[in-house]
């Protein structure tokens, strides 16, 4: 089978190969298939480059997706025959090892002794989450919403299990738009300090402006809905960046020009989201024989920042959450059943998911998925270790790589990713994919 795929993928060459694993990337990241994974699994095959994929690397990955569904099957045999179940358990389950696969077979372009990255390489490692914000947007402006956006999330155009579900009033929650829209965030900063060698790689500025647009719409509807982790880790990254521009460039003056336009800009979003926010609203009509005066009402605003919601909860709550008093009794749940089926276990009242993807899995499905998960992550840190402090890559890519574990690793200690969306969970073994295949060409070299 992969003999013939090779030979049939031969007669493709290298850019159209590029571009069919970016239009499935894109494909992926619009989620308008969610429901017919089938079409990706067969994509997926088709673009898989076999003979990458024989490492000891992906014979952990292919142990952990086994152990997770054969503990599945024990816990509910209906999986096997029912092909309902088949396409939301098992399905998502083998798009997540092909994607792992798919990341292993990513070249990276070199000059001279450097790994480096490309126009390609960026979309490779963006085009899911911008795909996903494009649509987020085109969601915002052609669907009414609620105004101003709240915390229960918004309405989007592609399918919604929350609206198949009739639950949350039909609105995908801001959590799992969390997950997307924090990466695209980190776009704005890389383009920022690094505009010029983008576009010395083939970016044109129009096509950075239009990134720079979106990011900038991604903060301004995570401050509406009151998203504290999107800024949360949107100021680590902003800095990290900051930081390692000034140690690797030294210069001052660029330095003070780009935090002087970080702040007009971040003071020019927040005067706008407060001008939203005290739109007046009309109470009654005074008609008269002559005059129609609308009797308005101005929601009580205030132009200070200590007013917004988003700052309210920086402030009170900070990074405390009552979900972190979870873990504990979820790792008890996981060892009072070590071969699953904890699912049903209370940590809280109506609480039964421990928002921590390695507890959950390890709750829900045993001891041995949550190990084995656990030694893929380590196994991906220390790659990831590894190709910051080498010095055969080039610092754009290893800051990209870097700044998106900044992203999803905090996520997943967080939020309960693979329960709640398995695409962004098979997003994140693509980008362990990479993790391994750059640390092959470190090894090789």
Same mark, same amino acid.
Request: a positive charge; charged letters at 15%.
């Given at each position: 089978?992969? *003999?013939?795929?090779?030979? !049939? ?30 079409? !990706?699994?067969? !994509? ?9 994929? /024989? ?30 179940? $088949?396409? +939301?358990?098992?399905? %998502? ?13 990513? *070249? ?7 790994? $480096?990255?490309?126009?390609r390489m960026f979309y490779l490692l963006f085009i899911f989450v911008i795909s996903y914000t494009f649509f987020i947007l085109w969601s915002y402006l052609a ?17 919604? %299990? /929350? ?5 949350? @009033? @039909? ?8 997950? /997307? ?7 704005? %900063?890389?383009?920022? !300090? ?12 129009i096509e950075l402006l239009l990134l720079l647009g979106l990011s900038f719409f991604v903060l301004y509807i995570s401050a509406i809905m009151g998203r504290r ?25 660029? &330095? ?35 005059? $129609? $005066? %609308?009797? &308005? ?8 920042? +200590? ?49 921590? &993807? ?23 840190? /220390? ?18 790589? &870097? ?43």
């Amino acid at each position: 089978m992969a *003999k013939l795929l090779s030979l !049939f993928k031969g007669k493709l060459s290298s850019e159209s190969d590029n571009i069919l694993l970016l239009l499935f990337l894109c494909l992926l990241g619009s989620h308008f298939l969610d429901y017919h994974l089938y079409v !990706f699994i067969a !994509f997926a095959i088709f673009l898989i480059k076999w003979r990458t994929i /024989y490492t000891m690397n992906a014979l952990l990955v292919f142990f952990f997706i086994l152990s997770v569904y054969i503990t599945w099957i024990f816990l509910d045999v209906r999986i096997i025959y029912q092909f309902r179940l $088949i396409q +939301e358990v098992l399905f %998502p389950g083998i798009l997540i090892l092909l994607m792992y696969f798919l990341g292993l077979g990513i *070249k990276i372009k070199q000059e001279g002794i450097l790994f $480096i990255s490309d126009k390609r390489m960026f979309y490779l490692l963006f085009i899911f989450v911008i795909s996903y914000t494009f649509f987020i947007l085109w969601s915002y402006l052609a669907i009414p919403q609620d105004n101003p956006l709240t915390g229960l999330g918004m309405y989007v155009c592609f399918p919604n %299990p /929350y609206q198949r579900a009739n639950i949350n @009033g @039909g609105h995908l929650i801001s959590t799992i738009l969390t997950y /997307y829209l924090t990466l695209m965030t980190f776009i704005l %900063p890389i383009i920022i !300090f690094y505009f010029q060698k983008l576009k010395k790689r083939g970016f044109y500025t129009i096509e950075l402006l239009l990134l720079l647009g979106l990011s900038f719409f991604v903060l301004y509807i995570s401050a509406i809905m009151g998203r504290r982790t999107v800024f949360v880790l949107f100021a680590l990254v902003f800095l990290f960046l900051f930081f390692t521009y000034v140690v690797n460039y030294r210069n001052i003056k660029k &330095v003070l020009f780009l935090l002087t336009l970080m702040a007009i800009l971040f003071y020019g979003i927040k005067t706008y989201i407060n001008q939203q926010e005290n739109i007046p609203e009309v109470k009654a009509m005074l008609v008269t024989d002559n005059f $129609i $005066i %609308p009797i &308005v009402q101005y929601p009580k605003q205030s132009l200070n920042i +200590e007013d917004s919601v988003i700052f309210n909860k920086l402030t009170h709550k900070g990074l405390k959450d009552e979900r972190f008093s979870w873990w504990q009794k979820s790792f008890s749940v996981m060892l009072d059943h070590p071969f699953g089926g904890g699912y049903d276990e209370y940590l809280a009242p109506g609480i039964k998911l421990t928002h921590n &993807v390695w507890l959950d899995m390890g709750k829900d499905l045993g001891i041995l998925p949550f190990i084995l998960f656990l030694l893929v992550t380590l196994v991906h840190i /220390y790659y990831l270790i590894q190709i910051f402090f080498s010095g055969q890559i080039e610092n754009l890519l290893k800051y990209q790589l &870097v700044i998106i574990a900044m992203g999803i690793f905090p996520i997943m200690l967080i939020e309960p990713v693979f329960n709640s969306d398995k695409t962004f969970f098979a997003y994140i073994f693509f980008y362990f994919g990479i993790l391994a295949r750059t640390h092959l060409y470190i090894c090789k070299k």
